[in-house]
């Protein structure tokens, strides 16, 4: 039987069990031996990375025929717009690529959400707001490029749930097996 761990990754920790540039990996967080991540957050995104023993799991969840959705909390620079989100909504064009549509809507800082370290620059005469983007296709830094092209720019991205499994309370390093949740 295959194991499926969901782990919350740190931000500057490596999606990747070998340590590089300076960066943490996960290597350094007790994960069972023999899974590997399955698709990968950029070091300086945090949040839920699922990881397993199954290979054709693996395939099956970076397949982009198989539209698997990714729920992503971004604070961006900004007093993000409905006109904005509306663009999100119907895709934008990034490096001559136009993403597919997807959910997007203005959110609040979420109550549980952890301090990060380094925290995000503060600038006083700039406010930040909130968006949650659903997205079926995961290109690199898809979400960044994205909030970017619509006028706000992420300053920090959280990916809080990916199929069905939502990170949960699960705090920065920590993980647990998700085996039986429907992806």
């Given amino acids: 039987m295959s194991t499926v761990i969901l782990f919350n990754k740190p931000f500057g920790v490596l999606s990747q069990f070998t340590p590089e540039a300076g960066h943490q990996a996960l290597d350094q967080f007790g994960l069972p031996p023999g899974v590997y991540a399955a698709g990968r957050l950029d070091h300086d995104s945090e949040g839920a990375l699922l990881l397993t023993d199954n290979g054709t799991l693996i395939k099956k969840l970076l397949d982009p025929k198989f539209e698997h959705p990714r729920t992503y909390l971004a604070q961006v620079e900004g007093t993000i717009t409905e006109e904005a989100v509306r663009k999100l909504e119907r895709g934008v064009d990034i490096k001559g690529y136009h993403t597919k549509p997807c959910k997007a809507e203005i959110a609040e800082?979420?109550?549980?959400?952890?301090?990060?370290?380094?925290?995000?620059?503060?600038?006083?005469?700039?406010?930040?707001?909130?968006?949650?983007?659903?997205?079926?296709?995961?290109?690199?830094?898809?979400v960044r490029h994205m909030t970017a092209a619509v006028g706000f720019p992420t300053l920090r991205l959280i990916r809080v749930q990916i199929g069905k499994i939502p990170l949960g309370g699960l705090r920065p390093g920590e993980w647990s097996v998700v085996t039986n949740k429907v992806i």
Avoid at 119 to 141: C, D, H, M, Q, Y
Wanted: avoid cysteine; charged fraction near 25%; charge should be positive.
């Fill in 109 to 142: 800082e979420p109550d549980w959400l952890w301090p990060r370290n380094p925290p995000v620059r503060f600038r006083a005469n700039i406010p930040t707001s909130w968006v949650r983007l659903t997205l079926i296709e995961g290109k690199n830094r898809q």
